[in-house]
T-cell receptor
Framework: KAGVTQTPRYLIKTRGQQVTLSCSPISGHRSVSWYQQTPGQGLQFLFEYFSETQRNKGNFPGRFSGRQFSNSRSEMNVSTLELGDSALYLC?????????????FGEGSRLTVL | EDQVTQSPEALRLQEGESSSLNCSYTVSGLRGLFWYRQDPGKGPEFLFTLYSAGEEKEKERLKATLTKKESFLHITAPKPEDSATYLCAVQADTGFQKLVFGTGTRLLVSP
C-alpha cells in the first residue's frame, strides 16, 4: 500500500513569491491535514480537509490556504512568501472519520525562502 | 490553550541503558495522546495512541503510559536504531484531526 506522497520534496523561493505544495493521501483516506515544522516551534497545525471541506484551521495568516479535490488529493498554497515561512511542510492522511489521531505522514516538502 | 511540553530536549544513552521520556500536557478535554517517532529527513511515524489515564501500550522496547497530566515513553535496553526524535501530541475532544505537538526529545543511543 503506497504511503502519503508529497511533491515537491525541496524548493527554493524568494520573498514575495508564492508556492503550491501537493499531497496525495493513502488510497481510501479522506482526511488530509497539513502541518508546518520548524526547529523553534515544532509541528504546528495548519488545516484539515475532509471530503473537500475544510473542517479545522490553525492560527496562521490568510496567506496560507489549501484545498482538497474529489479524489482526496490536497494542495496548500502560501502567497507573498516571507523568510519565516522557511520550514518543512508535512501532509498527513487518516482513514478515520471522526479522527483518532493515527495520522500517516508524508516525508514533507522543505521550503527555503531567500 | 492546549499545550504539550516534552523533556528532556535531548538524551544520550548507551546501548542497553533504559530511560524514560516525559510529556506533560494541558488540554480542555483529552480525546487522545499520541507518540510519534521522527527520523532525520522523514515524516513522523505513528507509535501509540493512549485514551485514558492508567492506559499502557507496548511495542518492542517501547512502553507508553498515561496519567491525567503526563505521559511517559519508557525505553528498555535501547539499541542504536532507536535513535530518533520522539514526539508527543494531544488531540482535544473538539478538534477532529487537529493535533498539538510538543517540540520533541532527541534520543541518541550509542553502541
Amino acid at each position: 500500500k503506497a504511503g502519503v506522497t508529497q511533491t515537491p520534496r525541496y524548493l527554493i523561493k524568494t520573498r514575495g513569491q508564492q508556492v503550491t505544495l501537493s499531497c496525495s493521501p493513502i488510497s481510501g483516506h479522506r482526511s488530509v491535514s497539513w502541518y508546518q515544522q520548524t526547529p523553534g516551534q515544532g509541528l504546528q497545525f495548519l488545516f484539515e480537509y475532509f471530503s473537500e471541506t475544510q473542517r479545522n484551521k490553525g492560527n496562521f495568516p490568510g496567506r496560507f490556504s489549501g484545498r482538497q479535490f474529489s479524489n482526496s488529493r490536497s494542495e496548500m498554497n502560501v502567497s507573498t512568501l516571507e523568510l519565516g515561512d522557511s520550514a518543512l511542510y508535512l501532509c498527513a492522511s487518516s482513514g478515520h472519520l471522526a479522527g483518532t489521531g493515527e495520522l500517516f505522514f508524508g516525508e514533507g516538502s522543505r521550503l527555503t525562502v531567500l | 490553550e492546549d499545550q504539550v511540553t516534552q523533556s528532556p530536549e535531548a538524551l544520550r544513552l548507551q546501548e542497553g541503558e533504559s530511560s524514560s521520556l516525559n510529556c506533560s500536557y494541558t488540554v480542555s478535554g483529552l480525546r487522545g495522546l499520541f507518540w510519534y517517532r521522527q527520523d532525520p529527513g522523514k515524516g513522523p511515524e505513528f507509535l501509540f495512541t493512549l485514551y485514558s489515564a492508567g492506559e499502557e501500550k507496548e511495542k518492542e522496547r517501547l512502553k507508553a503510559t498515561l496519567t491525567k497530566k503526563e505521559s511517559f515513553l519508557h525505553i528498555t535496553a535501547p539499541k542504536p536504531e532507536d535513535s530518533a526524535t520522539y514526539l508527543c501530541a494531544v488531540q482535544a475532544d473538539t478538534g477532529f484531526q487537529k493535533l498539538v505537538f510538543g517540540t520533541g526529545t532527541r534520543l541518541l543511543v550509542s553502541p
